[in-house]
């Protein structure tokens, strides 16, 4: 059983910048691709940003893209991501998941490990 943990959500303004982060002490952590979501209030989880083992490899939704980075330090068992220029809609909680079957990212489904969690609101 692999426990992810999110921190660093917080209220924020417009155009303001945050960081998240997802640890674990899973020590295969190195091994898997990771991932963050988001759940706005009334819609579906959806993907933002992703990362392969070596952290060398990343891709964006077209939202946060140009915005937002999502890195890893493998020797920390943790990953992150930097938002910056938030924007209303970016609020949500964000949600850290693992994918302990590949070490490049595959789709949202493919993710078998989530944390629970961690709400950030952007005012306007």
């Known amino acids: 059983q692999v426990h992810l943990v999110e921190s660093g959500g917080r209220l924020v303004q417009a155009g303001g910048s945050l960081r998240l982060s997802c640890a674990t002490s899973e020590r295969t952590f190195s091994a898997y691709a990771m991932g963050w979501f988001r759940q706005a209030p009334g819609k579906e989880r959806e993907f933002v940003a992703a990362?392969?083992?070596?952290?060398?490899?990343?891709g964006y939704a077209d939202s946060v893209k140009g915005r937002f980075t999502i890195s890893r330090d493998n020797a920390k068992n943790t990953v992150y991501l930097q938002m910056n220029s938030l924007r209303p809609e970016d609020t949500g909680v964000y949600f850290c998941a693992a994918d302990s079957y590949n070490a490049d990212y595959v789709s949202m489904d493919g993710m078998d490990y989530w944390g629970k969690g961690t709400l950030v609101t952007v005012s306007s």
């Open positions: 990362i392969n083992w070596s952290g060398y490899n990343t």
